[in-house]
């Protein structure tokens, strides 16, 4: 199986400032087609996943531009230029190059 | 609106069985892979099984031959039969749609305990 590694595991942020998580993967997240389906999801305490950005770097409808995702292969960030209250939660990745094997990464929780 | 509405939940004894439901709205239900996702207390996501348009099913080793993936098109609804719940099967349980999980819904709790 793919093993998706975040880092860090807790995050203390500060208000208008920016922020990064990275997420490593054990194999190449470069699928067949070409394409890297790799996803950033943020989890509010007590809700479930809401995906943020897919395929890296693209954002879902309804994000705020402050959230960005780069990265390829193996190696990807999410960063946020100016963390906002309604940021706080866990962040995790998770790599669907290899369904039906979804993989996720620990998590990331940031705290302001 | 897309939605997911998770079902069936419960506390159940060791070595019992209990059957998740997940009711969908809002998109083309057939033309979409489903998955389930577990997330145990305090812990991360673990995929758990999935199934592709033609009802190919998938299981993470954790619960081969315990759980069981299906899917019924007519009534946009998936399902995941659980048996031989053992206690690190507890659990909330989401499922979410597309292999991409783009959309989860707000899950249901199972709790394997005497």
């Known amino acids: 199986d793919v093993v998706m590694t975040q880092s860090p595991l807790s995050l203390p942020v500060i208000l208008g400032q920016p922020a990064s998580i990275s997420c490593r993967s054990s194999?190449?997240?470069?699928?067949?087609?070409?394409?890297?389906?790799l996803n950033w999801f943020h989890q509010r305490p007590g809700q479930s996943p809401r995906r943020l950005i897919y395929?890296?770097?693209n954002r879902d409808s309804g994000v705020p531009d402050r959230f960005s995702g780069s990265g390829s292969g193996t190696d990807f960030t999410l960063k946020i230029s100016r963390v906002e209250a309604e940021d706080v939660g866990v962040y995790f990745c998770m790599q669907a190059t290899h369904w039906p094997l979804l993989t996720f990464g620990g998590g990331t929780k940031v705290e302001i | 609106e897309v939605q997911l509405l998770e079902s069936g939940g419960g506390l159940v004894q060791p070595g019992g069985s209990l059957r998740l439901s997940c009711a969908a709205s809002g998109f083309t239900f057939t033309i979409f892979d489903m998955n389930w996702v577990r997330q145990a207390p305090g812990k991360g996501l673990e995929w758990v099984s999935g199934i592709s348009v033609d009802g190919t099913t998938y299981y993470a080793d954790s619960v081969k031959g315990r759980f069981t993936i299906s899917r019924d098109n007519s009534k946009n609804t998936l399902y995941l039969q659980m048996s031989s719940l053992r206690a690190e099967d507890t659990a909330l349980y989401y499922c979410?749609?597309?292999?991409?999980?783009?959309?989860w819904g707000q899950g249901t709790t199972v709790t394997v305990s005497s």
């Open positions: 395929m890296a770097s």
């Open positions: 194999q190449s997240l470069v699928h067949i087609d070409g394409n890297t389906y």
């Open positions: 979410a749609k597309g292999g991409w999980c783009d959309v």
